[in-house]
């Protein structure tokens, strides 16, 4: 066998030659056709799925692109050159590695560490995809994966333009495609999914993903909550590009994004958009999804063309035809459409937000619209206007949108007592209560349908809790929440937590806040989201609030503005604790990489 000193010298040497990747030669020809892998285990192989043997079909050749003698078992691809007109047999859909660190562009996953695919960003194959293993020996290689599928002339689809592979050993192995090892064709990616120094030398795919925003952010991807469009207007230097190149793959690199698409920012009246803001929207958007980021559009605001009477207070629930709330409501599903129809591409939306608590009575006697109502509305109250809301929403996006995924209106663990006082729950009873209650208005029979997905297609809440994440703290908490779904038959619908985090003082004059430190935050962070990765199975979506410090949310934020671009002089162009990794292995970028040397992965 190798020593491992040889190894982690190899390793050193060949980090020196990932430069060589963004080096190679352009040649005449540059896209192969991609016919499936195989490899050797102990005692075994994996054998390609398109010939059920260590062999390639016809046509394809096998080429060798890893193993060491004594140290790795041997892997093969098989490829040919792409000749125009002729289809290939199969698709490629990038690859999964399996890794001991974050070493070499690794993330933490599930407990686990992996070279993920590039189109999820997680342990998964794109939708429409198999994944077969191609190498995994205990003590010996870590597990290796890729994806695949038949050729498909569905050009709207995820595939990866096929470039090669290459692997570090005793000696490099050229790429066919390069002519060269450790090269990839020019235009193309260099994607690692081997490289834990001392277990495996350093292994590469090259592609070029096409259709990646297409592909929505794998299941547990860490997303962030930011209101662009309300930042580009009020912070000078805070552009749609500027924002965005901060939360992407040249910042914190998120993968989802939570973005404020706000009814008094882009619309007029139920009909007509913001022209202005609409376009900061769209540029948002489609800026972040070229990106690979999955956009998930939330609205919480009522303005007063909405309501007919004040600002973000809605009139009384009253179901007779002609009635203020009757008027509201249809306001309200009209605003949506039209928010969707001039948003076609967001596949994901929360119509509502908190509404367990920030859902209030237009009690003004000019306006007439709850007479002798109290100035708060019950949690009962709350979750019949919520599930009014999410029948409205719910037509009215699908119909712009057919395929969109319409998510429960997220509440949160505060709302108000008997006494109108808000309280703040802990257990997340109340907010298990309030989800319980919208199920009981949909399954009387008041409502129009008793069908569940004619009201919402997802469940979201807001887990906000105010100390370190633990198995009392955490876990049992948002599982509470999580059985009242299960209970009604909806335990494998997408889950989010569409809001969470800590206000970290910024100030003495701030009380509220669990912590003055934003490293302790930054591990309560890491904390939650382990925990989650771990104990969450049915979880899609950990969306942290929120991405950057701005007036209105003091002590919230894990950058202070999109640095390094220009900034107000009083939010100095930096990255906070939260952001970070450091030493403990929290921070945001722990867990997106995005504190690593370019190549990412």
């Excluded at 969109?404 to 257990?427: C, I, L, Q, R, W």
Aim: proline content about 8%; charged content about 10%.
């Amino acid at each position: 066998m190798q020593s491992k000193d040889l190894r982690m010298m190899r390793f050193i040497a060949g980090m020196l030659s990932v430069l060589l990747l963004a080096m190679s030669p352009a040649h005449a020809d540059t896209a192969w056709d991609f016919g499936g892998m195989f490899g050797y285990t102990n005692g075994g192989i994996y054998p390609n799925p398109y010939t059920n043997a260590a062999s390639c079909p016809d046509g394809y050749s096998a080429y060798l692109v890893y193993g060491t003698s004594n140290v790795d078992w041997s892997m093969y691809f098989c490829g040919r050159q792409h000749v125009a007109g002729q289809a290939p047999l199969y698709d490629f859909g990038g690859m999964v590695g399996l890794a001991g660190s974050t070493a070499y562009y690794a993330v933490p996953w599930k407990g686990y560490f992996y070279y993920v695919n590039p189109f999820t960003h997680t342990d998964s194959c794109p939708p429409g995809y198999s994944m077969a293993k191609v190498l995994g020996t205990p003590n010996v290689d870590n597990n290796l994966f890729y994806c695949y599928r038949p050729h498909s002339n569905d050009s709207t689809s995820a595939v990866m333009y096929f470039g090669g592979m290459t692997g570090d050993g005793s000696n490099p192995y050229t790429n066919p495609a390069t002519g060269t090892p450790l090269t990839c064709p020019a235009g193309y990616t260099a994607y690692p999914a081997l490289g834990t120094p001392n277990v495996d030398y350093r292994f590469f795919y090259c592609g070029q993903p096409q259709n990646a925003s297409t592909v929505p952010a794998g299941a547990g991807s860490l997303g962030i909550g930011e209101e662009m469009v309300e930042d580009a207007n009020l912070y000078s230097g805070w552009t749609i590009s500027a924002q965005v190149n901060a939360l992407n793959g040249n910042g914190i690199n998120a993968r989802v994004v939570r973005l404020w698409t706000l009814s008094d920012d882009l619309l007029q009246s139920p009909t007509q958009v913001n022209t202005t803001n609409m376009a900061l929207a769209q540029e948002a958007v489609s800026q972040l999804q070229s990106n690979g980021i999955t956009v998930i559009a939330m609205d919480g605001r009522y303005p007063a063309w909405m309501t007919g009477g004040i600002a973000d207070y809605i009139p009384c629930r009253n179901t007779t035809p002609g009635s203020a709330y009757e008027t509201f409501l249809s306001n309200y599903a009209q605003a949506r459409a039209t928010m969707a129809q001039a948003l076609p591409t967001i596949q994901f939306w929360e119509p509502a937000n908190e509404t367990n608590g920030l859902l209030l009575p237009d009690t003004s006697p000019a306006d007439n619209f709850c007479p002798g109502h109290l100035a708060y509305f019950t949690p009962q109250e709350s979750a019949a206007i919520t599930t009014d809301l999410m029948y409205a929403a719910h037509a009215a996006i699908h119909g712009q949108i057919p395929n969109a995924v319409v998510f429960m209106p997220p509440p949160s663990p505060t709302e108000p007592d008997e006494n109108g006082n808000m309280k703040y729950d802990g257990t997340f009873q109340n907010l298990a209560n309030f989800v319980s209650s919208i199920y009981a208005d949909i399954d009387s029979g008041s409502w129009p349908s008793k069908n569940h997905r004619d009201y919402f297609d997802g469940g979201s809440w807001h887990p906000y809790i105010l100390g370190d994440a633990t198995t009392s703290t955490w876990v049992t908490p948002n599982n509470t929440v999580y059985n009242v779904f299960t209970q009604h038959g909806d335990g494998s619908i997408p889950m989010i937590f569409s809001e969470t985090g800590y206000s970290v003082c910024a100030s003495t004059a701030q009380s509220s806040c669990p912590t003055d430190s934003q490293a302790t935050a930054a591990t309560w962070m890491a904390d939650a989201v382990t925990l989650s990765q771990e104990n969450f199975p049915w979880l899609t979506y950990f969306i942290y609030f929120r991405a950057f410090q701005a007036e209105d949310t003091p002590g919230y934020g894990i950058m202070s503005s999109p640095s390094p671009y220009p900034a107000p002089s009083s939010y100095p162009g930096t990255w906070l604790s939260t952001a970070t990794s450091n030493p403990n292995a929290s921070g945001f970028c722990y867990f997106t990489g995005c504190n690593y040397p370019s190549p990412k992965p």
